[in-house]
């Protein structure tokens, strides 16, 4: 069965004093996040205004590639790190494409 | 000078028992809009969960490019549209792509 592609937008919220920890953390997913299969985009966005404001913007060719990125070593160990370093709950939505 | 590209993030959260007329409205901004000078990308994407929550995805060439989109006529047109068709105020992120 062909599955249509996925969007997601992520925000990940630092703590104040916590933003270069995260800031690391976060860069050293994409290189082996873009080498999953499925991964179509995987951009880490910074807020101009907002430093604690980080974003990922994502495309996955399937649900179930995204769900096999969800369950990968190297996110598990960032989010392993995600209580001492957010402010908020991660706020992952899923979205469609329209045009 | 140089000027570098901006990510945009736009959440637009229609009124209920208004997601079929906002969704026209936005779809119809998506062709003059990727027509313009320094428009990376604009994507319209709809939440799966949510169908109240439209977001767009966009990339912008230069600061100037995106002040000249945000004084469009057909931005304003569909603006002029937001106040009977939207549950919250617009929400436009501007971003730095890390990586």
């Known amino acids: ?14 703590r104040t004093d916590k933003t270069g920890e ?27 205004s907002d430093p604690t404001d980080f974003t990922f913007v994502e495309e996955w060719e399937s649900n179930t590639a995204l769900e096999s990125h969800l369950n990968s070593d190297h996110l598990k160990a960032a989010a392993g790190r995600f ?12 979205y469609d494409t329209i045009e």
Do not use: F, W
């Not at 069965?1 to 630092?14: D, F, Y």
């Not at 082996?32 to 299969?37: D, K, L």
């Not at 209580?83 to 899923?94: C, G, N, T």
């Open 22 to 48: 995260l800031r690391s953390v976060l860069i050293a997913l994409v290189a082996p996040t873009r080498r999953e299969t499925g991964c179509l985009c995987y951009d880490l966005l910074q807020n101009q």
């Open 1 to 14: 069965m062909h599955e249509k592609p996925i969007r997601i937008v992520a925000r990940v919220v630092s």
């Open 83 to 94: 209580p001492e370093l957010l402010a908020e709950e991660l706020d992952i939505r899923r």
